[in-house]
């Protein structure tokens, strides 16, 4: 096909050399697709190491003490990520190899478990990020407001069979560094919102203040990150169980 000669061409000339991509080891990819969840890729090369370097399988990971799986998380927001992981890692010592199998693990859902299909298992299944819808729209004509299973069916037609995991590289690469979406004038379908004083900002530092000191009054933290919606804050992340309140402190869960 015209796009796969395109685009594979133009990857060979200007692939990004990422630390994933140099194995299919499958819980190396399913760390890496979790970190890269609404975070940049220059900034979770780094936590990537680190975490590997910490927790380097499954098991390794499900016997850690939480409080270290969300000191080597810290900074990089989302932190319930790091929980979703390591209770994942408490459920299984292998990561199945289907997409239904996979789904039913916490944190797993349509796109991460194509994600660790294509990329350890070179499985040919249609793995659609915004790098990847926009190279589809622009590159073969399609309407921006196509529907979600149309551009998924559109990018499994696309794959070069028994050559996914370049094949979705590549294209990921081309969206990002070269279809970019100033060049081609197609928006994302949602934009970032703004993170410094936000309520996930409020949360990032609440559990980074928790991993430096093993319980902190509420009235202090309060005083120290003040937001209007302080309460519902903590009490999500209670909900949730990263943080717990022992009287009128807050310790991590």
Not at 63 to 74: D, E, G, H, M
Request: hydrophobic share 40%; glycine share 6%; net charge positive.
């Amino acid at each position: 096909m015209k796009l796969q000669t395109k685009v594979l061409g133009w990857y060979k000339r200007n692939k990004r050399d990422l630390p994933w991509r140099r194995t299919t080891n499958p819980y190396h990819i399913l760390v890496s697709e979790v970190m890269l969840q609404q975070t940049q890729v220059d900034r979770v090369i780094p936590y990537y190491k680190r975490w590997l370097k910490e927790f380097p399988t499954l098991a390794a990971l499900a016997r850690a003490p939480t409080r270290k799986v969300l000191a080597i998380w810290s900074g990089l927001g989302y932190n319930n990520r790091a929980l979703r992981l390591q209770k994942l890692a408490q459920q299984t010592s292998k990561l199945p190899q289907t997409e239904e199998e996979l789904r039913q693990l916490p944190g797993i859902g349509p796109y991460t478990a194509r994600a660790i299909l294509a990329f350890a298992f070179n499985r040919d299944v249609a793995v659609v990020d915004t790098n990847i819808r926009r190279v589809l729209i622009h590159e073969l004509g399609l309407p921006e407001d196509i529907s979600e299973a149309g551009l998924e069916a559109v990018a499994l037609a696309q794959i070069p069979r028994g050559n996914s995991c370049e094949w979705h590289n590549a294209l990921m690469d081309y969206g990002a560094l070269h279809a970019t979406s100033r060049k081609t004038g197609i928006k994302p379908l949602s934009t970032q919102p703004r993170f410094a004083g936000s309520t996930r900002w409020v949360r990032g530092q609440i559990v980074r203040a928790l991993v430096k000191e093993k319980s902190i009054p509420l009235p202090e933290l309060e005083q120290a990150f003040p937001h209007t919606r302080f309460s519902e804050v903590v009490a999500k992340l209670r909900q949730e169980g990263l943080v717990r309140q022992v009287g009128s402190r807050l310790q991590l869960g």
